[in-house]
């Protein structure tokens, strides 16, 4: 279980974030939405232990995150693949820190690139690929070391729109096999209402949980064309119309 209560973090100008608290169990997924500059990518860090708050604590499964841990993976709105490396050696990068053997970690590189539509593209570099293609083996990178949590920055904003919903609904194949809870951060409120089974809306300055939206039908194959996703939407846009 994810935990963070009370979260408040300070840049030199200012104060960004304010008593935010927000809780994940299970394998549940939670979207956080906000207007440009309202600390959502300072919100992941913080969860990720790439960043320490200023007050209150981050805990998963009990255990306060004070640092990166192997146990939380985090899918980067630019990719973050090397390029001096292969696609399967980009995948297997977080493999390899835990100490695991070449062979073997190339093994399982290969498997979950299968799984999300790159076989035989293991020995290709970063630089031949599409932007969605690079996303995948971002995806493939962030689930192979079977993570306890799982974080994305934007992760689909770059992609043009058809690309963006199939790496949605692959990234919900993916995770319907795993089960890893996630925490996305977007500015989309569309990607928020498929992706997220509860959504937080960020708002004010400094930010803090202004909003909150249980989201049932999150993610299902026709979830997009439901009445249902349609009237979360408009309680969306209602709300950062209000908040924003």
């Known amino acids: 279980m994810l935990e963070a209560r009370g979260i408040r973090k300070t840049h030199p100008g200012g104060t960004i974030l304010e008593d935010v608290s927000l809780a994940l169990a299970g394998d549940e997924t939670l979207a956080v939405v906000g207007p440009s500059g309202c600390g959502k990518t300072t919100l992941l860090y913080l969860l990720c232990g790439l960043s320490r708050p200023d007050a209150g604590q981050v805990r998963l499964d009990g255990r306060e995150i004070s640092g990166p841990t192997p146990d939380i993976s985090i899918i980067l709105q630019d990719y ?25 970690r190339l093994a399982m590189a290969r498997e979950q690139l299968a799984e999300l539509g790159m076989e035989g593209r293991d020995r290709d570099w970063p630089g031949k690929l599409s932007g969605g ?14 993570p306890r949590l799982l974080l994305m920055d934007e992760p689909f904003s770059s992609l043009d729109a058809l690309t963006r919903e199939k790496l949605q609904l692959t990234l919900l194949t993916v ?3 795993r089960r890893v809870p996630y925490v996305l951060v977007t500015h989309s409120l569309e990607e928020a209402a498929f992706l997220g089974r509860r959504i937080l809306v960020l708002a004010g300055r400094p930010s803090t949980v202004a909003a909150s939206f249980d989201n049932p039908g999150f993610g299902g194959e026709r979830y997009r ?9 408009r309680s969306l846009r209602k709300s950062a119309e209000e908040l924003w």
Do not use: H
């Open 133 to 146: 293609e690079m996303q995948r083996v971002a995806i493939a990178r962030a689930f192979v070391t079977r």
């Open 225 to 233: 064309q439901a009445d249902a996703y349609f009237e979360l939407l």
């Open 175 to 177: 995770w319907r096999k």
């Open 80 to 104: 973050g693949l090397l390029p001096w490396k292969s696609v399967a050696e980009n995948v297997a990068l977080g493999l390899k820190f835990r100490g695991m053997a070449r062979a073997e």
